[in-house]
Every structure is written in C-alpha cells, then in structure tokens.
DNA sequence: TACTTTTAGTGTGTATACAAAATACATGAA
DNA sequence: TTCATGTATTTTGTATACACACTAAAAGTA
C-alpha cells in the first residue's frame, strides 16, 4: 500500500529519472554516446520539459554529462575516475564499518548476519544474480548501521556511478571465492564489534574490485 | 578572457543555479522556507523552465528538497545532518591529506604553503572575510593535490552544502587562534609530508568545527 | 460549537510552441 | 581535390499556456 501510495506520489520527472538510469546501468545507453532527446521522449511517452528536468537530475548525480546546446552524453569512466571513485569508497566503507561496530544494535547486526548467510547460500549454489543484488544489499545495510546519513548518501552515489562497471566485472567468475573470504572476514569482524578489522576487510575487498575490473574499463 | 567564454557557454539554468545557490548560503533564502517558484523567476528575470532545472539541481546537491506538488522548501539542516557531515568531511579530508602527501609535487605544496601565510597575514590584521575565503581555498586546493576527482567532487559538495552554517558559525570569534593553530601543524605536516599527521590536524581541525558550530544550529 | 463538505484560488506539473544555436550538407573557388 | 562559405536541417534552450493538485476559507450540517 505504502509502495503505491510512494509511485503515484513520485512527480513524472523522478521516474523518467529512475529509468533512465537503467537505461544506464543495463548498458543499453552506451557510455560517451549522444543522448537522443526526441527519440527517448518518443520511447518513454513523456514531453520534454520532464526529460529534461531529469537529465538534470542524472547529470548531478554524475551519471550523464550535459554540454550546452551540444546535448547529453552518457558519461564514460576513465579507468582513473573507477580508481578513483573506489579509494574514496573504500575509505567511505571503512569508516562505516567502525561507525556500524559502534553504533549498530545486536538485532541489526545479527540481520546483516543473515543476508551474510543468504549471500553464502547463493555462493554455494552458484547463482550470480541473486549473490549480486544481495551483496549489493550488504553494503547498503552495513552503511545504514553507520547512523550516518551523509555517508549513507555519499556511499549510493557512489555505488549508482559504479553500477554498470560492477556489472561487467561480475561476468569474471576467477575472483568470487576471494570476495566471499573478505565478506566472511567482514561478518566476523562485525560479531567481535571489531571496527578496525572490519574496515580492513573492507578496503582490502575494494581492493580486489578495482583489480578484477581495472582491466574492463 | 577564459572567464567570459565560461559565462556565455553556461546555460541559463546553471546560472540560475548558481544564484539561487548564493540566495541560500548568504541567508536571504531562509532554510525551511518555501521557494516562491513565482516571485524568485520575476526577481531573476527568467522563465519557469530553466529555474525548474536548477531546482532540480539544487535538489540533488542536497540543498533544496522538492516535494512533489507542494513545492521546494531549502532545506534544513538538523544538528545530526551536520554532524554526520562533519564526520565524513573529516573522514575524506584525512584521506586527501594523506594522498596529498604521497601525491603532491613540491611546488604544488609550496604553493599551498604560501596560501596559508596569506591567510597568517589576515590572521595578524584580523581581516576575517578575506581568512574565510582562503580558508576555503586551502580545504579545496588540499583535496585537488589528492589527485582524487571523486574526492575533491564528494568534499566540495559537503563544503557547499555547510556552507551557510559555516558562515554563522564563523561570527564566534572565540576559537580563531585554535583553528590557526591547526592550520600551522597541517602546514608542517605537509612540508614533512607525514600524512599521518596531517590526517589527524584535519580531523582535529573539524572536531573544533562541530563543537564551535553545534549550538548555532 | 465543532466538524464536514464545498468551492474558490493559488501554485505546481506537463505539454507544446517558438527562438536560437549547432551540425550537416552542398556549392563554388583555389 | 581540398578548403571555405553559405544554406538547410536538426537539435537544443526558453517561454508560455493549460490542466491538475493542493490549500484554505466559507458554507452547510450535526
């Protein structure tokens, strides 16, 4: 109910916003390609002022760049705006995984505790996908349990702009057992309420990131 | 010369971003207010559409929220959300710090050393706006020697987004020599090029930011 | 009096039309 | 052929008009 309430709710330019996004991240927007205003328009059944209101929207979040009267490109990451966008991350997420060791209750760590063994289930049983979107989930609960809401919001944008390079990444089976040994690590860490290993575990995960996709970039 | 092209290259509704943008630090936009869409476009002299765009802008810098079908409001900050962005500011700046150090060349430093003898110059004749502005340019050029574009883009959106209340918090003149003095160690830590220390003066440096600004808001 | 319901009025959301700029193309000169 | 210049076409930027949603005040009912 809620959940509809919040769709009806959503002003039309949030949801072009929203699909365009996708569009983004599921690479059927190429990265450094033009953004066709009238044929996209024309796709998604809206006008332009919407559209436009969104690709203002995106271009904020870093998502597209807009070139006055030149139009929008989908904007393409450099191998050092990855790497770059990773060691901030990384130092993002360790500071949340002290803040979690600090400021989480038990419960919320024994529920992160259990997406931990959900994401370990899908390992076992090889399913991608699921294990993606899980992981995924991870990060952004242990960024919650910082109670910090700036570094939540910094840590999703960051992880939005970096979407469609995880996504690619992830087509490389070699290094799984590696992240689920970091996420293990990082579970551990998290029972003890050990901040400092916590965020070890974290950067050095990051770490093995930008090695599987620094070469896919 | 490279400034006015700058000027006429940007559009309409980044100018009027950038305006609105300076309504709101300097005060004359109250935070909490409602943003009169009518009287602000007549006072501006533009339409509605360009001035919609920059909203939307601004929404997603963090410094207006549009709710839909009632209206933009600037927002306003409770002293958690300026704790919370304390906390990650001080977090990042350790982070540039420390990548300053490894990754600064010593001209770059020197440079960053004459700015901050400018500023002991305003320190002596209590000159506190022209402080105030190098200040911020010290913070900023910090984070450029990181050689981090994601860094310097996260630390300038909380710098924006603090903005006004550093400017209020900025009247108490109690703890000028404290925040001086922060800034001779970080000095000297970068000429040592010990990130260690400068990490920490940074981090210190914001503490006293909170504690000066906390009651203000 | 208190509580709905109605109804004007204001302000927001979206579509469209027009203006201005940029790109693509064709024509002609060197 | 190559380059320059002018024109046509496309695309972007801005203004405005209309429709709809929210707000608040007035009228009606219990």
């Not at 949340?96 to 390992?123: K, N, T, W």
């Not at 899980?134 to 910082?146: C, K, T, V």
């Not at 996504?167 to 290094?175: A, F, L, M, V």
């Amino acid at each position: 109910m809620a959940s509809s309430i919040a769709i009806t709710n959503r002003s039309l330019h949030d949801q072009v916003a929203s699909r365009v996004r996708d569009l983004i991240i599921e690479g059927i927007l190429e990265p450094g390609s033009r953004i066709d205003e009238g044929h996209l328009i024309e796709e998604l059944g809206v006008s332009r002022t919407p559209f436009r209101e969104a690709l203002r929207t995106l271009a904020a979040e870093g998502l597209v760049i807009v070139r006055p009267s030149k139009g929008s490109i989908v904007r393409q990451l450099t191998p050092d705006d990855v790497f770059s966008m990773l060691e901030v991350l990384a130092h993002l997420e360790r500071l949340a995984g002290e803040l979690a060791c600090e400021r989480a209750s038990d419960e919320e760590i024994d529920e992160l505790v259990r997406l931990h063994e959900r994401m370990m289930e899908c390992y076992r049983t090889r399913d991608r996908m699921p294990y993606y979107k899980l992981n995924q989930e991870f990060h952004s609960r242990l960024a919650e349990l910082s109670k910090n809401g700036t570094l939540q919001e910094m840590q999703a944008n960051i992880q939005a702009r970096l979407k469609r390079i995880r996504y690619i990444g992830n087509q490389k089976p070699d290094s799984w057992a590696g992240a689920v040994a970091d996420h293990e690590q990082m579970v551990r860490a998290l029972k003890d309420r050990d901040g400092q290993q916590l965020g070890e575990a974290m950067a050095s995960h990051l770490k093995k990131t930008w090695e599987r996709v620094k070469d896919s970039i």
